[in-house]
C-alpha cells in the first residue's frame, strides 16, 4: 500500500478545468458520493493534484454525448474565463461515430482549440483515442488511429501532453468497460486517471489493479448477454440517432465552477 504522505509533494498546477464528452464527465463510474453521481478518470486526477494542496480547485464542464463543435461552443470559453493553468480536453471521439466523421477535418478544427487553450499560459493535456478493435466500437479503429497521429501533431505544434489511451494496453480487456461497452468502467478510469498523472509527472496513490480472472462463457451465455446489452444499449442508441438526439439533452456540466474537490479517494478530514 502506498502510503498517502510520500506523494503530497508540490506540483504547479492549481487550478484545472476538464472539458469533453461523456468519458470526461466520468459516465461509467457511477458513485452517489461525487456530484452529479459519476466519478470518472478526471475526478480521480483531480483528488490526487489536490493533496497536499490547499488552494487547489477543480472545474469540469465535460457533457455527455457532445460532439467536437458543440463543446469548441459550449466549454472553451468558460473554461478560460476560469483562468485555469491546467486544462485536459477530449474531443472527437463521438463525431467519428456518425457517417461521414472525418479525423482530418476533426483534428484541423481541434488544433485552432488547443493553440487558443496553450496562449492561454495553461498546461493542456489530449487524448488519443483507445485501441477498440475487441470492443464494439471496432468499425472506427482505422479512423481513430488517424485521428490519434493527428493529433500528436497538433500536441507539438502547441506544446501540450498526450495522454496515450491507445498505448495503454489494458484498456483492450473487457473488464476495462461498462456494461454499455462504449463507456468505461471504475477500473477503466482508474487506470486511465494513473495514467494521465503519470504524464503529469506527478506522484500518486493510485496502485496498478489487475481483473479479475472470470470464468469460461458457455455460447449460449454469451449470446444471452449481447442479447440484453443491444435491447438496454444499443437500440436506444440507434434511435437517439435517427431521432437526431443526444444523450447530453438537458444535462449540465456537473462542476461547472474551479473549486475544492472533496471525492471517494480523498483521506479522512480533507473536507475539514
Given at each position: 500500500m502506498i502510503d498517502p504522505s510520500l506523494v503530497s509533494e508540490p506540483h504547479p498546477w492549481h487550478r484545472y478545468a476538464a472539458l469533453g464528452d461523456s468519458f470526461t464527465e466520468g459516465i461509467g463510474?457511477?458513485?452517489?458520493?461525487?456530484?452529479?453521481?459519476?466519478?470518472?478518470?478526471?475526478?480521480?486526477?483531480?483528488?490526487?493534484?489536490?493533496?497536499?494542496q490547499s488552494d487547489f480547485a477543480y472545474a469540469n464542464l465535460a457533457v455527455r454525448g457532445r460532439l467536437l463543435q458543440q463543446i469548441i461552443d459550449q466549454q472553451v470559453d468558460a473554461a478560460?474565463?476560469?483562468?485555469?493553468?491546467?486544462?485536459?480536453?477530449?474531443?472527437?471521439?463521438?463525431?467519428?461515430?456518425?457517417?461521414?466523421?472525418?479525423?482530418?477535418?476533426?483534428a484541423e478544427k481541434l488544433d485552432g482549440v488547443v493553440g487558443t487553450l496553450a496562449t492561454s499560459g495553461a498546461t493542456v493535456i489530449l487524448f488519443t483515442g483507445p485501441d477498440v478493435r475487441e470492443t464494439v466500437l471496432g468499425s472506427i479503429r482505422s479512423k481513430t488511429a488517424i485521428y490519434n497521429e493527428n493529433l500528436r501533431v497538433v500536441a507539438a505544434r502547441h506544446e501540450a501532453l498526450i495522454a496515450d489511451m491507445w498505448a495503454?494496453?489494458?484498456?483492450?480487456?473487457?473488464?476495462?468497460?461498462?456494461?454499455?461497452?462504449?463507456?468505461?468502467?471504475?477500473?477503466?478510469?482508474?487506470?486511465?486517471?494513473?495514467?494521465?498523472?503519470?504524464?503529469?509527472?506527478?506522484?500518486?496513490?493510485?496502485?496498478?489493479?489487475?481483473?479479475?480472472?472470470?470464468?469460461?462463457?458457455?455460447?449460449?451465455?454469451?449470446?444471452?448477454?449481447?442479447?440484453?446489452?443491444?435491447?438496454?444499449?444499443?437500440?436506444?442508441?440507434?434511435?437517439?440517432?435517427?431521432?437526431?438526439?443526444?444523450?447530453?439533452?438537458?444535462?449540465?456540466?456537473?462542476?461547472?465552477?474551479?473549486?475544492?474537490?472533496?471525492?471517494?479517494?480523498?483521506?479522512?478530514?480533507?473536507?475539514?
Open positions: 463510474d457511477p458513485n452517489p458520493e461525487s456530484i452529479g453521481g459519476n466519478r470518472g478518470w478526471a475526478d480521480r486526477v483531480a483528488e490526487e493534484l489536490s493533496r497536499g478560460l474565463a476560469l483562468r485555469p493553468d491546467l486544462v485536459s480536453i477530449s474531443a472527437g471521439g463521438n463525431d467519428l461515430l456518425r457517417p461521414g466523421g472525418d479525423p482530418d477535418v476533426l495503454l494496453r489494458q484498456l483492450t480487456d473487457p473488464q476495462m468497460w461498462a456494461s454499455d461497452r462504449l463507456h468505461f468502467s471504475p477500473l477503466g478510469h482508474h487506470t486511465i486517471a494513473a495514467m494521465v498523472l503519470d504524464t503529469l509527472a506527478v506522484r500518486h496513490t493510485l496502485e496498478p489493479l489487475r481483473p479479475k480472472e472470470l470464468p469460461t462463457r458457455t455460447w449460449r451465455a454469451a449470446r444471452a448477454e449481447d442479447l440484453v446489452w443491444a435491447r438496454e444499449y444499443f437500440v436506444p442508441w440507434v434511435l437517439r440517432r435517427l431521432r437526431h438526439q443526444s444523450s447530453g439533452d438537458g444535462i449540465i456540466a456537473k462542476r461547472p465552477e474551479p473549486v475544492p474537490i472533496f471525492g471517494p479517494g480523498m483521506p479522512p478530514g480533507a473536507a475539514d
